[in-house]
């Protein structure tokens, strides 16, 4: 059972550059989201998907880009980081919006 | 003022004790709450649902005050295994438009 899968765990960024995270989960849930933790902000929504070919924006969305093409895969792209995007990041599914989350284990991505 | 707010702590308790702690939502709209624990640098992962009637599961309680609009969390008989960071989460909603608020966390830590 592996749940949800982000890749990679870890990464640096020379400001400016591009990059991708993946997610995939196994458990055929609807929805799937990307959130960024920081210490002291708590989790964030970035964007969010509520099934395959749809994507919305949640609380903090600017500077990212994602795309649903598949059911089980939700990425994230950061097209030009910047500092300020240095951050924990994590991808969620879940059911239902009233259903629990599972989580990804989270990718470190530090912007220097 | 943050939609969803807690007491960061750290709440420190010995192995054995009671501890309980609060979690205050300004919606008055949200319809669904949930306790998280997340491990230092690992993923957030799903304690449990909060029903209205409040529900139970093993050493841990949560309750939910509508009136006083806040959601409460107990662990009796603590563990050293307990020590992790606890996050609130307040849903509004069940359709794709619904806000899914997460607070930043109670940190708790259980000592010998």
């Known amino acids: 059972n592996a749940g949800v899968t982000q890749t990679p765990k870890f990464r640096v960024l020379k400001t400016g550059q591009s990059m991708t995270l993946l997610c995939a989960q196994d458990?055929?849930?609807?929805?799937m989201y990307w959130y960024r933790q920081d210490p002291g902000m708590g989790l964030r929504l970035i964007h969010y998907s509520v099934g395959e070919g749809t994507t919305a924006k949640g609380e903090v969305p600017d500077g990212y880009n994602v795309s649903r093409l598949k059911k089980q895969n939700f990425l994230l792209g950061l097209e030009s980081a910047a500092p300020s995007q240095t951050s924990v990041y994590f991808c969620?599914?879940?059911?239902?919006?009233?259903?629990?989350?599972?989580f990804g284990s989270g990718t470190r991505l530090t912007v220097v | 003022r943050k939609e969803v707010e807690q007491d960061p702590g750290p709440f420190n308790v010995p192995e054995g004790a009671t501890v309980a702690f609060n979690c205050t939502y300004s919606?008055?709209?949200?319809?669904?709450f949930f306790w998280y624990r997340q491990d230092c640098r690992k993923e957030p992962k799903l304690l449990m649902s909060?029903?209205?009637s409040g529900n139970e599961d093993g050493r841990f309680t949560a309750q939910l005050n509508r009136a006083s609009q806040y959601i409460s969390l107990l662990i009796r008989d603590s563990k050293l295994s307990d020590s992790a960071t606890y996050l609130c989460?307040?849903?509004?909603?069940?359709?794709?438009?619904?806000?899914?608020?997460f607070g930043s966390g109670t940190r708790l830590s259980i000592r010998p």
């Open positions: 989460v307040a849903v509004s909603g069940y359709s794709s438009a619904s806000k899914i608020i």
């Open positions: 909060v029903y209205s």
């Open positions: 919606n008055s709209a949200s319809q669904s």
């Open positions: 458990m055929n849930h609807e929805y």
């Open positions: 969620a599914s879940s059911q239902g919006q009233g259903s629990g989350y599972t």
